[in-house]
């Protein structure tokens, strides 16, 4: 798309507001109650470890951009933030080279085929897609300053803890079983490197993304890192600036296209909010100048979304009055007086 002439105009933005506090923990706390014995999905076992969590884990949290806080659940039960680490290292890259030069690396179309297809990536002479999917997330890893994969894994955990307000870990076990068995995002890398399109080590990038995959966090903490961006890029529990507010923008328009893979359409056609899922039962989903809702249950539907984050969510969001292209009739003007 040609945005020339863009440049120096002043960006206005439209937001509304959340209901008061006490309405908003009400309807968290309704949703978790209303899907908590939702049984539908399954977990994913094609990570080994992830095969072992208990599928009835249900955890909810809407963290506000003026700072409120709403806990429901297993809210503060750790998991490993897998895919969803895609869009906020995505910030990271941006907030490093700038809108331009990352999307010339990393695309921002949907493919609509599966988040590790390797056609995608052969269809489109080795460019990526989009950051979303893992041959994207991968180049975008990449793009992570360090003089050495160690340098870039500590920039990517230091940068995705300022998103969350505090310090994330490694969860070692997540790690070596994803590191055993991820042969298809090693050969995306190569093929990546193949076509001239990844920077450094493909194998030591890999490990890097697979690290980053396996960093340890909760419901909440999604909720925290998801307002961030809903707040400009300012952590609103912390107060750290943490990425641009041009960066929070091009990072959810990416999210709102690609962030549920294949369902992304269906998600935004019902919900209505950039969001992103990992198969650890994980979404967060982002609602710009109000707030984020955060899920983790790990059962998942065909194309490997939480089944209860997803409809919680969409309750919330209906509810709480999130949904982006929602609008009512303006009141209608008073009358002119007569003269």
Request: glycine fraction near 12%; proline fraction near 5%; aromatic fraction near 6%.
């Amino acid at each position: 798309m040609d945005t020339a002439g863009w440049d120096h105009v002043p960006q206005q933005v439209s937001t509304g507001a959340l209901p008061g506090w006490r309405d908003v923990e009400r309807l968290v706390g309704d949703a978790h109650a209303r899907f908590a014995r939702d049984s539908d999905g399954i977990v994913a076992d094609y990570i080994p470890v992830l095969a072992e969590v208990d599928p009835e884990l249900f955890g909810l949290a809407v963290i506000e951009v003026g700072g409120g806080v709403h806990d429901a659940g297993d809210a503060q039960h750790p998991f490993s933030i897998q895919s969803i680490s895609k869009m906020f290292v995505y910030a990271l890259a941006i907030q490093e080279h700038g809108h331009e030069r990352v999307r010339e690396i990393v695309g921002v179309n949907n493919t609509g085929l599966p988040f590790n297809s390797v056609m995608a990536l052969e269809l489109n002479a080795g460019h990526p897609m989009n950051p979303m999917v893992n041959a994207g997330a991968i180049a975008t890893t990449a793009l992570m300053p360090g003089e050495t994969s160690a340098e870039q894994w500590e920039r990517v955990r230091e940068g995705l803890s300022a998103f969350a307000g505090r310090a994330l870990g490694l969860d070692g076990v997540v790690y070596a079983s994803e590191a055993r068995t991820n042969d298809r995002n090693r050969a995306l890398g190569r093929l990546l490197t193949s076509y001239g399109r990844l920077e450094g080590d493909p194998d030591e990038v890999v490990d890097v993304y697979t690290r980053q995959c396996a960093l340890a966090v909760t419901a909440h903490d999604l909720a925290v890192m998801g307002a961030t961006l809903a707040d400009g890029g300012v952590n609103p529990i912390t107060g750290q600036r943490v990425v641009s507010a041009e960066v929070c923008r091009d990072t959810l328009a990416v999210v709102a296209a690609s962030g549920l893979y294949e369902r992304s359409g269906e998600w935004l056609f019902e919900i209505g909010l950039p969001a992103k899922s990992g198969v650890s039962g994980g979404i967060v989903a982002v609602a710009p100048g109000k707030g984020a809702v955060a899920g983790f249950s790990p059962r998942l539907d065909e194309a490997g979304n939480s089944v209860r984050s997803q409809r919680a969510i969409g309750y919330l969001s209906r509810a709480l009055g999130l949904n982006l292209f929602a609008s009512a009739p303006a009141a209608a003007p008073a009358p002119e007086e007569s003269r």
